[in-house]
T-cell receptor, first 114, second 116 residues
Framework: GNSVTQMEGPVTLSEEAFLTINCTYT??????LFWYVQYPGEGLQLLLK?????DKGSNKGFEATYRKETTSFHLEKGSVQVSDSAVYFC?????????????FGTGTRLKVLA | EPEVTQTPSHQVTQMGQEVILRCVPISNHLYFYWYRQILGQKVEFLVS????????KSEIFDDQFSVERPDGSNFTLKIRSTKLEDSAMYFC??????????????FGSGTQLSVL
């Protein structure tokens, strides 16, 4: 079945450090891929998405490239800030199994220290 | 940006009791969903709802669960007789369309349900 695997947290970084959060997926079709972020006390917010191979999603300095050959969608940011501290979720939506039944990873908590 | 609102933020109940989790989706959205996340595990799809009926449900969504849109604004999840393993964060979500796989879901901030 479809699944998403993302790296275990928590990830603790100093401000201005480079961030990578790994995400790999298994899907039967050609899924769309998403990164959602949850700031403390808030809901899940869409951070970025990519809908086909080699697409790069980007937002707020974060980037992720849809790599079909490695079935990956790693999240990166060149210089993190304290305000980036949150839980990050990788997710996929597979059109073969349902357009709204998103499959999520377990989430990776990021803590950025000043 | 418009928001999905969930109440309460935290609900504590005794095993065997009924609970109702409430959600107010974004006003012009047509599709509604419940997801849940047991501590340390993945966010899991429970159910989707469109046109006043369930569109799809997961294996988790057994006869103890039900959803309802009692009026034009609320969307509720009822657990008839709670079990310890129902303890989780429950997220409500809504979307305007469901015709493409890249449709954006808007999530609420969640209700943390603790069953004692």
């Amino acid at each position: 079945g479809n699944s998403v695997t993302q790296m275990e947290g928590p990830v603790t970084l100093s401000e201005e450090a480079f961030l990578t959060i790994n995400c790999t997926y298994t899907a039967t079709g050609y899924p769309s891929l998403f990164w959602y972020v949850q700031y403390p006390g808030e809901g899940l917010q869409l951070l970025l998405k990519a809908t086909k191979a080699d697409d790069k999603g980007s937002n707020k300095g974060f980037e992720a490239t849809y790599r079909k050959e490695t079935t990956s969608f790693h999240l990166e940011k060149g210089s993190v800030q304290v305000s980036d501290s949150a839980v990050y979720f990788c997710a996929l939506s597979d059109p073969l199994t349902g357009t709204y039944k998103y499959i999520f990873g377990t989430g990776t908590r990021l803590k950025v220290l000043a | 940006e418009p928001e999905v609102t969930q109440t309460p933020s935290h609900q504590v109940t005794q095993m065997g009791q009924e609970v109702i989790l409430r959600c107010v989706p974004i006003s012009n959205h047509l599709y509604f969903y419940w997801y849940r996340q047991i501590l340390g595990q993945k966010v899991e799809f429970l159910v989707s709802f469109y046109n006043n009926e369930i569109s799809e449900k997961s294996e988790i969504f057994d006869d103890q669960f039900s959803v309802e849109r009692p009026d034009g604004s609320n969307f509720t999840l009822k657990i008839r007789s709670t079990k310890l393993e129902d303890s989780a964060m429950y997220f409500c979500a809504s979307s305007a369309l469901s015709t493409t796989s890249n449709e954006k879901l808007f999530f609420g901030s969640g209700t943390q349900l603790s069953v004692l």
